[in-house]
């Protein structure tokens, strides 16, 4: 009898034993697959992240090729294409679409808007072209609007921007701020920046990653 009642106790013992092992191996394998989890999102994220350099990278090496044949700066090609053109001038691109040579956008009083080429060797005018895209009518008025009574013009905010490298780009960030947007290079770095359209006063852009000129 009592040797029944031993096995009888150690059956049950084993039964509890068991269902906490079972137990404990559920949690491990819920722990397992949430940290699986985790990780993939952690490298989704940081792929992303990746994906995110390597664009800005591209973008940096394009400007220091640009800037290497380019004896006329922003400034002075917005100017070239005012005198040309005038108007409004909301943006200014270097090497453009493979352009090899600087684009300058001029807003004309009626709204109409101009792609002003500047060589980028000489300040030459090289052509000028009517934008006829009716996409783009609402963004020409409204960075017209923008701009319109304010005391720095691209042309200012291009020099003031050359304070921290070759300036590449220049052109209206209405991202929560309105404010004039301007890339730089300096050696192997490339920076990006706002320009108040009030003071002139030059700030790093709250999303670059601080690869600064």
Same mark, same amino acid.
């Given at each position: ?26 949690? $491990? ?28 990278? $591209? ?24 005198? +040309? ?67 720095? $013009? ?8 050359? +304070? ?25 770095? +490339? ?23």
């Amino acid at each position: 009898m009592k040797r029944n009642i031993v096995i009888a106790t150690l059956t049950a013992a084993a039964l509890a034993t068991g269902g906490t092992v079972a137990a404990y191996a559920a949690g $491990d394998d819920e722990a397992t697959a949430t940290q699986r989890q985790t990780n993939t999102s952690a490298q989704a994220a940081a792929d992303r992240d990746d994906a995110d350099d390597d664009d800005r990278d $591209d973008d940096a090496t394009e400007d220091r090729t640009a800037v290497r044949g380019a004896d006329v700066t922003a400034a002075e090609a917005i100017a070239a294409a005012l005198k +040309h053109t005038p108007g409004t001038a909301v943006s200014a691109d270097l090497d453009d679409d493979g352009a090899d040579a600087w684009k300058v956008s001029v807003v004309k009083g009626d709204g109409t808007e101009y792609d002003v080429r500047i060589a980028p060797d000489s300040g030459k005018v090289l052509g000028a072209q009517r934008d006829t895209d009716d996409d783009n009518d609402g963004d020409d008025r409204a960075e017209l609007a923008a701009v319109k009574g304010a005391k720095t $013009d691209a042309r200012e905010a291009a020099l003031a921007a050359a +304070h921290k490298g070759t300036v590449t780009e220049v052109g209206i960030d209405d991202n929560g701020t309105v404010a004039w947007s301007a890339e730089t290079v300096k050696g192997d770095s +490339h920076g990006e920046w706002n320009v108040s359209l009030d003071s002139g006063k030059v700030t790093q852009d709250r999303d670059d990653d601080g690869d600064d000129a």
